[in-house]
């Protein structure tokens, strides 16, 4: 009876077709498992692209807002700028064919710029929004105060004489003169002056709010200044020291600030408010005390985003930074500053929900190897056969994920949309793998699975600094559990089969 039982056994397995053979071979179906997350880093790639045009999107409409509320303001100390004629001389050949000396007075300007500057601002940012996209706005009051001292007119090689002190000018620079909601004003000395609009032929700054002086001469310049005024903008406040000595005094109400640019606070103090102080000298500073020549651009700000995915400052490259321009015609060394040269407060959002969104995405590859591993691991030790197709379904499930994570990030927010995407994406695959399985247990171990995966994941957002050692010891342990769990399984059975 016995002798007929296995050469039945055998009988049926010789009966086998090599298409049979080849569709039941565990090591063809490894490789196609293979093949088909290979094929899945297609839509994660879709996603991907999705996340950016979101993130686009939120970028476009933050800078519309901006831009009707104030864009990133600049402030500067204020620069005494005082005509004098400057007689010229051109050679041309005349109808004769002889040189001819042609004299012509060209208007020049000597610049002085303060010997002491204290800045104090106390910013209130919120956040204003339009539709589920929101922009980071502020409203600042600024204070500004210092002193000048006289030219030094033996280095500019000028006599008091030359100089036009009676149209003798104050000027002082914002970013974006829409921020102003009151007229700024000014003390020098004992009067009081109201700032007028921008004088355009001294391009000093992007926006010139100037004051008429009409000074007696040098020796007049030896007075202290005060400047107040009340000023809206967005992202971010910049300080572009000028004075001999800045320094500067910020706090505010916002719990998340970050302090870039070209010099880190002396003191800081961040909780729900912020406060933070700066003493810089002139030693890094691009312009000189004074100077005389054509009116040029101080600064120019290019908007760049030093603050990274990881609020981190970024690095110095040429390709962001090229090297600053040199003012042709000043006497002394003068070059037009950018944002590496300014102090930077930045206001950032809460919570960034497309940049933890990418993130995340970019662990969907590993996440998808070890889901499918851990269910090849589960198929042989439950000896319960898990078609391709059902393969391609939980793969599928599992890059819809990223999409519900994206969706609802947009209303409730990153952690509350990790974790229903999550717990989504969880029970649809433990579920399905209930109804292939018709056992409870495995569905359940295999949810396990999956939690532990979306937990670990997450905890790696939280760490940052340390995400990467945390990183490799998980991967590290997850690995040694499944060569562990591979001894118990007798492999060369596949091979007789």
């Known amino acids: 009876m016995e002798n007929n039982t296995l050469n039945e056994d055998k009988g049926n397995s010789s009966q086998k077709s090599l298409w049979e053979k080849i569709t039941e071979s565990l090591i063809l179906k490894i490789f196609v498992i293979f093949f088909l997350m290979l094929i899945l880093l297609i839509p994660l790639t879709l996603i991907s692209d999705l996340i950016n045009e979101r993130k686009l999107r939120e970028i ?53 710029l303060p ?93 010139n709010l100037t004051v008429d002086l009409a000074l007696d001469g040098n020796n007049s ?55 933070a102080s700066w003493n810089i000298p002139d030693f890094s500073r691009k312009q000189s005390q004074q100077w005389r020549g054509s009116p040029s651009a101080v600064y120019f700000l290019r908007g760049i985003d030093m603050v990274n995915e990881d609020n981190s400052t970024i690095e110095y490259t040429e390709a962001v930074y090229p090297a600053p321009k040199v003012i042709e015609g000043a006497v002394g060394t003068q070059m037009t500053s950018d944002d590496f040269d300014m102090v930077q407060i930045n206001f950032l959002p809460q919570v960034n929900n497309y940049q933890k969104i990418t993130r995340v995405t970019k662990y969907g590859a590993l996440v998808l190897a070890l889901t499918f591993v851990s269910l090849v691991f ?10 391709i197709l059902q393969y391609v379904l939980i793969g599928f499930a599992m890059v819809l994920f990223y999409a519900l994570l994206l969706a609802i990030s947009e209303h409730i927010g990153f952690n509350m949309a990790y974790l229903s995407a999550g717990l989504a994406t969880i029970i649809l695959i433990g579920s399905f793998i209930k109804a292939i399985t018709k056992d409870t247990k495995s569905a359940l171990i295999f949810s396990a699975i999956l939690t532990l995966f979306y937990t670990f994941i997450f905890v790696l957002l939280q760490l940052r600094d340390y995400s990467l050692i945390v990183g490799t010891i998980g991967l590290f342990i997850i690995l040694a ?17």
Not at 62 to 76: C, H, M
Not at 246 to 263: C, D, L
Not at 378 to 387: A, C, F, L, P, T
């Open 60 to 112: 476009n409409v933050s800078t519309e807002i901006a831009r009707k509320w104030g864009l990133d303001q600049v402030i500067t100390s204020p620069i005494i700028a005082v005509p004098y004629d400057m007689v010229k001389e051109t050679v041309e050949k005349g109808t004769d064919g002889k040189n001819n000396i042609i004299k012509s007075v060209e208007t020049e300007w000597a610049f002085l």
């Open 378 to 387: 589960m198929e042989i030790i439950k000896k319960q056969r898990v078609h």
């Open 221 to 275: 310049l030896d007075q202290s200044f005060e400047i107040n005024l009340d000023l809206k903008g967005s992202k971010s406040l910049n300080f572009l020291p000028l004075a001999k000595q800045t320094k500067i005094e910020a706090s505010g109400t916002w719990s998340n600030p970050s302090f870039n640019g070209n010099f880190l606070p002396d003191d800081r103090k961040v909780d729900t408010t912020f406060q």
């Open 115 to 207: 010997e002491t500057t204290t800045i104090k601002a106390k910013v209130e940012p919120e956040s204003l929004k339009r539709g589920i996209y929101q922009a980071i706005v502020y409203n600042s009051n600024i204070s500004l105060k210092g002193s000048f001292k006289p030219f030094d007119l033996v280095k500019l090689k000028l006599n008091d004489t030359d100089l036009k002190w009676h149209e003798a000018k104050l000027i002082f620079g914002i970013q974006d003169v829409k921020g102003l909601t009151l007229i700024p004003k000014v003390k020098l000395g004992a009067k009081d002056y109201e700032m007028g609009k921008y004088y355009q032929d001294l391009n000093l700054f992007n926006s």
């Open 481 to 497: 559990v499944l060569m562990r769990l591979s001894t118990k399984i007798n492999w060369y059975q596949f091979e007789k089969q």
